[in-house]
């Protein structure tokens, strides 16, 4: 299922318009990266999860 929800990169507003109806600002998808057994960057970044837990 796709989403039609955008956030302005701008102003920091969700709308479901491309430029932001209250500033005119760029807006982008706000759906997070699918997920995929062969991440090729898993290992570094479970890696600096990890660090950023221990400070």
Do not use: Q, V, W
Not at 10 to 37: D, H, I, N, V
Request: positive net charge; contains cysteine; charged residues 35%.
């Amino acid at each position: 299922m796709k989403t039609l929800l955008r956030k302005c990169s701008s102003c920091r507003e969700y709308t479901l318009k491309e430029p932001c109806p209250k500033c005119g600002g760029t807006t982008f998808m706000t759906m997070p990266a699918k997920y995929s057994p062969e991440d090729r960057y898993g290992e570094y970044r479970r890696r600096l999860k990890n660090e950023m837990k221990g400070t």
